[in-house]
């Protein structure tokens, strides 16, 4: 079955670059059945969406990151990233990749990776 | 698009019939998901499409609604159904989610 892994530091300092990888595996990631998204949680907080990517290469992402967030794909290696710009300590969360599986009538993100805890920190 | 869940928590017993609620700021047919998230655990999806059971979630748990108007319902709650729940709309970009409902044993 698919499952998906992220990876990456789990500490980054105030202004750097967070950069996070989700591997997919038991499965391709080049289908257009699916949207592949990030998703954060703060602390003891709700959900956040990131934004998405398709296979193709279309993104998305959630205007409320002020052009901070940069996804892309690798087809190659299977994989998906994201990239946030600046960050501050706003930015510690639990940063979880995850499956959209498209329908006509209604999308649900299916699969989720088990998460990926980040702290910005100096 | 603005999601509104309520109540934040509530305590029930084992049997007892749950239901959460959740309001969209604007229509969104039924572009409607829930999620179960444990403690430590990454959500689970549960119910999409506003009523559509997700497959091997438990038929204790059903979904109804559509526009604004949502309801998850949890009929004779079992102990590994306390939780976070959330509903998650998407209709529209940016998606959101609910603020989510804890569900915590009386």
């Known amino acids: 079955q698919v499952q998906l892994q992220e990876s990456g530091p789990g500490l980054v300092k105030p202004s750097q670059t967070l950069s996070l990888t989700c591997t997919v595996s038991?499965?391709?990631?080049?289908?257009?059945?699916?949207?592949w998204n990030w998703v954060r949680q703060h602390p003891e907080k709700g959900l956040e969406w990131i934004g998405y990517?398709?296979?193709?290469?279309?993104?998305y992402h959630n205007p409320s990151l002020k052009s901070r967030a940069t996804i892309s794909i690798d087809t190659s290696k299977n994989q998906f990233s994201l990239d946030l710009t600046s960050v501050t300590f706003a930015d510690t969360a639990v940063y979880y990749c995850t499956r959209e599986r498209i329908l006509e009538w209604s999308n649900h993100f299916d699969i989720w990776g088990q998460g990926a805890p980040v702290i910005v920190s100096s | 698009i603005q999601l509104t869940q309520s109540p934040p928590s509530l305590s029930a017993s084992i049997g007892d019939r749950v239901i959460i609620t959740c309001r969209a700021s604007q229509d969104i047919s039924r572009y409607l998901a829930w999620y179960q998230q444990k403690p430590g655990k990454a959500p689970e999806v549960l119910i999409y499409g506003a009523s559509t059971l997700q497959s091997g979630v438990p038929s204790r748990f059903s979904g109804s609604g559509s526009g604004t108007d949502f309801t998850l319902t949890i009929n004779s709650l079992q102990p590994e159904d306390f939780a976070t729940f959330y509903c998650?709309?998407?209709?529209?970009?940016?998606?959101?989610f609910g603020q989510g409902t804890k569900v915590e044993i009386k």
């Open positions: 990517i398709f296979y193709s290469g279309n993104t």
């Open positions: 998650h709309q998407l209709l529209g970009y940016p998606y959101t």
């Open positions: 038991g499965g391709s990631i080049s289908t257009a059945d699916y949207y």
